[in-house]
């Protein structure tokens, strides 16, 4: 794998509940952006695991086979940055990890994520602009229903594995007679 000369050190996690579809996601992520010569660091739990300094660097083979398996390897949680001293924590993390940016894998708790760290940013811009770090968010849910979204990473999946589930049902009751499904 390369080295590029603008090198990124990327943060990936998750928030919320996990969707059908994350850990490809951050399959895919983290391999490019490792192909590209970049740095790639799991945070494990979300903002509770970020807090708690659960913090390690992956590499192409630390999301073999993550394609294949439901929920969220990274692990998830529903917990915000709603204090002052998560956040302190978790810049503490960005600083000692030199991460430049962070990528949010979530539903509605990951845009909520956002507004709380985008107010917190205009609370104490000077802080915020020396790291210079860049907040990405991925919708996941499998509602398909957030804001500003045309489609979501697992609603997909979740409608695929319906139909599915409905066309077994539909074949099993073909057999029986007097039977309406």
Known sequence: LKR?????????????????????????????MLNEGHV????????????KNKIEEIDWMTVNGWAQIGGCMLGTCRD??????????????????????????????AYRAMILIDNAMKKNPSR????????FVA????????????ASLGCDKALNNMMTATD?????????CNRVF
């Open 40 to 51: 790639v660091y799991g945070i494990n739990d979300g903002f509770r695991g970020f807090s």
């Open 80 to 109: 915000l940055p709603k204090t002052d001293q998560i956040l302190e924590d978790i810049m503490r993390g960005i600083e000692d990890y030199k991460l430049s940016t962070i990528v949010i894998c979530g539903g509605f708790e």
């Open 4 to 32: 590029c000369e603008n090198q990124k050190r990327m943060g990936i996690m998750s928030v919320g509940a996990p969707a059908p579809g994350m850990n490809s996601f951050f399959r895919y992520l983290t391999r490019l």
């Open 139 to 150: 919708p996941a849910t499998i509602s398909n229903n957030l804001p500003f979204t045309t």
């Open 128 to 135: 915020f602009a020396k790291l210079g770090i860049q907040w």
């Open 168 to 176: 077994m049902i539909k074949q099993s009751s073909i057999g029986y």
